[in-house]
């Protein structure tokens, strides 16, 4: 005889991470390519030296900090590791077994990872032909098992962004029993100024809740830092099936401190905007079908010769994040490896 372990597990597909190739630029995770600022390094030094101690495991400074910053009670605010660890919370905090969890698709891939994890049911709701999330079909998609949906704007990896009022036009269309999740990992480099902000959509209604991480703008992606704003009673339960202790003592820390610089996180999100408006021009110039973005990155619907781009990028020595048989997804980075990227996407033959 030998363990078991379930086995639906065995059908799950791994999560797929960028891939780091030593001498090649990294264009595949959508991090910042700038490294942390020296006021948070020197931060994290500072919390380095204090790490035989636990961290605080209410993240109580962070979630003070946080509060103050975004006008919320304490109370509606919960820290996870990492946003994907607030989906996979989400999903333990809000479904039993039978229960669905309705998602557009494509999207973030973590959905229909963290979904089956919990045992839920995955609900995958195809994008619009223009690559952008499909709200109506969200909606028609909504039966009365659906506990939670995703709604991920910009939406990773195809960088569309949803209006204001078509978010809110959904909302007052939505059941008042089930949980909309706004993710909102890629918020801090969005324009757009009829974007929604999901904090203060959160603040008016009570089923739902928005997902942020440090680890996109802020640039802490190593640290595993995000945080929910959403209902008491769904802030409570998230920190209810959070690991204890699992946001790290360095990780708040870090947290607190990049809060501080909220200066240089806004000349940050300029360039990579501005970055952002001449990659997409360019790839448009070539003769790219690449959809508006609001992200730190574009995406290229290549279909089934997206593995055959990938492997052009590869060899020079560009690394994009491929998504088999769909298209390609391509962090902006710095101006110079963007031009990188536009030199290789050029020698491409369309
Ligand atoms: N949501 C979206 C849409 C993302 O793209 C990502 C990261 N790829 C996350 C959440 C999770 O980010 P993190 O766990 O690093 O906060």
Redesign the pocket.
Known sequence: MSVRTRADLDQLPPYVAGRTIPGSIKLA??EVSEGPLPSVVEAINRAAAEVHRYPDMGVGRLTGELAERLDVPSARIAV????????QQLVQAMCTPDDEVVFPWR????YPIVTQVAGAQAVRVPLTAGHALDLDALLAAITPKTRLVFV?TP???TGTLLRRAEVESFLDRVPSDVLVAL????FEFVTDPDAPNGVDIAAERDNVVA?R????AYGL?GL???YAVGPQRVAEALRKVCIPFSVNAVAQTAAIASLDAPDELRKRCANVASERERVHRELVGIGYDVPETQANFVWLPLGERTDEFNEHCLGNKVVVRAFAGDGARVTIGLPEENDAFLAAARSFLL
Do not use: H, Q
């Open positions: 995770s959508n996870g590791c990492g946003s994907v660890a607030l989906c999207s973030f891939e973590a991920c939406n990773n990896p993710d909102e990992a890629y997902l991480t440090f680890s996109k992606a595993r830092v995000g």
